[in-house]
């Protein structure tokens, strides 16, 4: 085996443009798919990060009835008390309590539906991060009486400016319909569709006098430190606050589930694409490179090596090529995915349509490390079983009828 | 006799020519499935979200989709219908007033969008009597409503119950009224089951205090392949000072954009294939060319001029990758159209997050000729470009070494 070995790795440097080029596809391969990998992870991880960054948090608490049945009596019980106290939590980076209302934002030209929600902006702020996205106004920073936000799509759609006056309706806790007059302090632009044309933010207070609603809140949204102790930080919540519905964003937001399911989808598609193209550019070089050899082949057999060493050699020849190729093609992606991370991939030309699908415009491909492991594996198995034909076809030579052909 | 070598070469060593055929070939069809898969997902999209709700073309009032109020609702010319119904791909002009309400039921009030629709022609559009799941359909002349699964189940009302609907009518007038539930609905985009009410047009229109008055005309076509055609048709039967006639890539801006934007990933991974693909066959024009060293050291020590014998070459390749092209073309028409009309299903996982949102869990191939003929061309071009390696070679060779190493 270690004769087997030897002349095989000598075969391998004695046609050196010939393993270079199935090195190269190997390396290619590789490269390919860790680009493909992390480019569509960036794509996932941009898209998902903005919708809980902006969005919906990550994690959000109810009253269970509240889920079912948007109704604004179903409060939870003592919750600004419940929030003060999450606020204390190390693992929670943010608290924001909501009082929630679904009803109907009049202008004098036209009205929509619009779920509005009653904040304090102070503990918004720091979950949602509204304030940054603002484009026009200012984030309850203003005077107004009355003050609200919504977005600038809604804005747009309603045929209103700053200062103007909207007017909200909606069933106060007693279901009468009630209404408030508003000034518009602030229009926002987010990722989120939802939020930019059917939602209204104004203060807490305002809407809990309204509605008649005193201190409850609908929705505590919290926003959490480190994303790795969410889920025991979840599992925690929930058996401290059993009368309540404690969600993470995955339960919150399924559209998030369909869209990683399409891509995700989509991927292995697109991987075992990738790797048919790969084994065929394999089996076609190895082949020809087996059928070049014809008269060495026969030679070798002429003099005694019997078949099956001379299929173990070409294979023995591809795991070399595979060893060599296989690093290299993972350091390439390596070096690659480092420089795309802190460089980015600027999407900008298409940021209209980015944002209005909750991307944001500069993509960070990102990969993990095991993935860099499980491509080259993968790559280097379709190397192998791409040998195996050409090394069959080598095997069915006949000595005599090989060392004659030229 | 430049042709007449170049064919005779080429068959001369069978074996190599079918391997060079074959794998060039191959990167057709892969490319051709990938780009396919691409496209038909898209087509997909368009699908879903166009044909079952806005319809790929809507004539309105001037000006009414820039400002969508009743107000800008239209008195619809009497052969409206009938005109655009006799165009060549149109399957159905379905006549909409839409508008906003506020729906409520007992002590519960929640926002909705009322569409005033005739039933018989809605079927074509929505289908929305295939998507009641309890109770049954409405005639044009009931003034039952049909509402969404979704509003139902907010309002607590069952089918029979009463709904009270009250909204700002045309011109600001008041609009209230009483209708009884005949059945419940469940569409794929949530937006819809949670909100919508539809109701026959003619008590929609009585409801609105907007007698005789459409907010759209959607039309229904045969395929998305007519659209431009039939939008340009239905221009030169309306008034354009008066209506608007707008397809749907000018409605939907957003899908477009997604799709522009799923399409720049498309391209990249598109990009790489073909990264994979040239190596496959920049594999095998070297091998080729190393094993024809001795032949090729002989040629131009005989005295063939080199730029004859890379001409020589250069017409093989062509007509290699002519052939293989072609091969791979018309192998790969029958395989996508099988798939197109076939579809595979997506792997079980994945399921439960399609159907919720009512998209079919496959994998939808496109068909469209362009699918074909760009990858052709591309993979075409491609292997000419890589033949500039044995044409090179050939430029650098020096005869007597070519034919001690290719020996």
Do not use: C
């Not at chain 2, 209506?243 to 801006?253: D, N």
């Amino acid at each position: 085996m270690k004769m087997m070995a030897t002349i095989a790795w000598r075969n391998v440097w004695r046609s050196r443009s010939r393993s270079l080029v199935v090195i190269g596809s190997i390396v290619v391969g590789i490269w390919a798919l860790i680009f493909m990998l992390g480019f569509m992870n960036g794509f996932m991880i941009s898209y998902i990060n903005g919708a809980i960054k902006h969005e919906i948090s990550h994690i959000q608490i109810h009253k269970a009835e509240f889920k079912k049945d948007n109704n604004i009596g179903f409060v939870i019980p003592d919750g600004m008390n419940l929030a003060r106290t999450l606020a204390l939590d190390s693992r929670i980076q943010a608290v924001s309590p909501r009082s929630i209302a679904s009803g109907m934002i009049s202008s004098p030209r036209k009205s929509g539906g619009v779920k509005i929600y009653g904040i304090i902006p102070e503990s918004e702020r720091s979950v949602t991060r509204h304030d940054s996205l603002i484009t026009e106004g200012s984030y309850f920073k203003s005077n107004l009486k009355n003050p609200i936000v919504i977005g600038k799509e809604l804005a747009n759609t309603l045929k209103v400016k700053l200062n103007s006056k909207v007017v909200l309706t909606f069933q106060d806790r007693e279901n009468n319909l009630v209404a408030g007059a508003f000034r518009l302090a602030g229009m926002l632009e987010t990722t989120a569709p939802m939020i930019n044309k059917a939602t209204a933010y104004i203060r807490m207070e305002d809407l809990n006098r309204i509605a008649g609603l005193q201190e409850g809140v609908h929705e505590i949204a919290l926003f959490v430190e480190n994303p790795e102790s969410e889920t025991t930080l979840l599992t925690d919540l929930r058996s401290a606050q059993s009368g309540l519905l404690v969600e993470s964003w995955r339960e919150i937001a399924p559209e998030l589930e369909l869209f990683l399911s399409m891509t995700d989808s989509f991927l292995w598609v697109l991987i075992g694409i990738i790797m048919i193209a790969l084994i065929f550019g394999i089996i076609n070089t190895m082949l020809m490179a087996v059928l070049e050899r014809y008269r060495e082949l026969g030679m070798l057999m002429a003099i005694g090596m019997n078949k099956w060493r001379i299929f173990m050699m070409i294979v023995i020849e591809t795991i070399f090529l595979s060893l060599v190729g296989g690093p290299v093609g993972i350091l390439l992606g390596l070096l690659t995915m480092y420089w795309l991370g802190i460089e980015g991939i600027d999407l900008s030309a298409y940021s209209e349509g980015l944002r209005e699908y909750g991307y944001s415009s500069i993509l960070y491909p990102y990969i993990e490390n095991s993935t860099y492991i499980h491509v080259a594996a993968g790559v280097i198995i379709t190397a192998l079983l791409g040998a195996l034909y050409p090394a069959y076809k080598a095997v069915q030579l006949n000595p005599t009828e090989a060392l004659h052909t030229v | 006799m430049q042709i007449k070598m170049a064919w005779r070469n080429i068959w001369r060593n069978k074996r190599r020519t079918i391997i060079t055929i074959v794998s060039i070939a191959f990167a057709v069809i892969l490319s051709s499935i990938m780009r396919s898969m691409q496209l038909g997902s898209y087509e997909r999209m368009i699908d879903n979200s166009v044909r079952f709700y806005t319809g790929y073309i809507q004539v309105h009032k001037l000006g009414y989709w820039d400002e969508q109020v009743l107000d800008n609702a239209f008195a619809p010319p009497r052969d409206l219908q009938s005109q655009i119904e006799s165009l060549e791909g149109v399957e159905a002009a379905v006549p909409r007033l839409e508008s906003f309400a506020l729906a409520s039921y007992g002590k519960r009030t929640k926002g909705a969008m009322v569409i005033g629709m005739d039933p018989e022609k809605e079927a074509h559009l929505t289908g929305v009597e295939q998507k009641i799941t309890e109770g049954s359909r409405v005639g044009l002349n009931d003034s039952r409503v049909l509402i969404g699964s979704g509003l139902a189940d907010y309002l607590q009302m069952k089918v029979g119950d009463t709904l009270v609907l009250i909204s700002q009518g045309y011109h600001g007038v008041n609009a209230a009224g009483k209708y009884a539930i005949a059945g419940l609905l469940e569409f794929g985009l949530p937006q819809l089951t949670n909100q919508v009410v539809f109701m026959p047009l003619p008590a929609a229109q009585y409801f609105y205090g907007a007698e005789g008055l459409l907010t759209a005309m959607a039309v229904v076509t045969d395929t998305p392949k007519k659209v431009a055609a039939i939008q340009e048709a239905i221009l030169r039967e309306v008034d354009t000072t008066a209506y608007e006639v707008m397809g749907w890539k000018t409605m939907m801006p957003e899908l477009i954009q997604g799709i522009e934007i799923d399409n720049i990933s498309g391209i990249i991974m598109l990009l790489l294939l073909y990264l994979v693909i040239g190596f496959g066959m920049f594999g095998t024009f070297l091998m080729m060319t190393k094993e024809r060293l001795y032949e090729f050291g002989v040629m131009l020590s005989v005295g063939m001029h080199r730029s004859k014998l890379q001409l020589l070459i250069f017409s093989e390749i062509v007509m290699l990758a002519a052939i293989a092209v072609l091969t791979g073309f018309l192998l790969s028409i029958p395989l996508i159209e099988y798939y197109s009309r076939n579809p595979i299903a997506l792997p079980e996982e994945y399921n439960t997050a399609f159907e919720k949102f009512g998209i079919e869990p496959i994998y939808a191939f496109s068909n469209e000729p362009i699918v074909f003929t760009s990858q052709a061309w591309v993979v075409f071009f491609m292997a000419l470009v890589l033949s500039a390696y044995p044409l090179y070679k050939i430029w650098k060779m020096d005869p007597v070494t070519a034919m001690r190493e290719g020996r």
